[in-house]
């Protein structure tokens, strides 16, 4: 008898989750809006807006080559490229082949149909000097691919800073970035 409970109780509070997250968006959203969104970024923080499997604050922006995108493997992780412009991006395949892909290719077999561009409080992408260069020059060669320790986020990291280190995560990938260009990220979603 208490075994449907339990289950009423999960999903009460996933629903409780998910309205908090919607919550904290639209706050975002404002913010930017206004011009009152954190600038700066935060040694130790992930991004001020993540990727969100329920969108972000309404508002596309244009890719951008040489950009950072993402997109949801299955709602619970995501998964890293660079945008090299006409519907294409590179990215790390887990075969560790890097191949230049369509966008469309990008989302195949994963969760959703968005796609995100890592930018600053005033939409504008994060884009390195080098970074589309690199992501160029690194189509059709192979990495031993490994999900922590060579993964698509370190590909990506390396692309833009030319650094080969572990990123483990999308967070740290995320705190690198926000290092790097010493600005809060802001992941939003591309026009398709």
Known sequence: MAFPLI?????????ALVAEEKEKQKNIASK???????????FGKSAELVPSLWGTDGQKVR???????CC??????????????DDTLVELHGSGLVRAISARRFLAGRSGSRIYQAGNHLHQALVGETTLERAKQAIFS??????????????????VSGEDITVSSFGKLNNHIGSYFSQAVY?????Q
Do not use: M
Request: proline content about 3%; overall charge negative; glycine content about 10%.
């Open 32 to 42: 930017r809006k206004r011009g009152q969104a954190k600038s700066d970024h935060v």
């Open 72 to 85: 949801f493997v299955y709602g619970v992780i995501e998964h890293t490229g660079i945008w090299i412009g």
């Open 142 to 159: 192979y990495r031993e691919y490994d999900v922590f320790d060579n993964n698509c986020h370190r590909f990506v990291w390396q692309c």
């Open 187 to 191: 992941w939003d979603e591309i026009y």
């Open 7 to 15: 289950w009423l109780g999960v999903a009460a509070v996933g629903a």
């Open 63 to 69: 890719p951008v080559p040489g950009s950072i995108v």
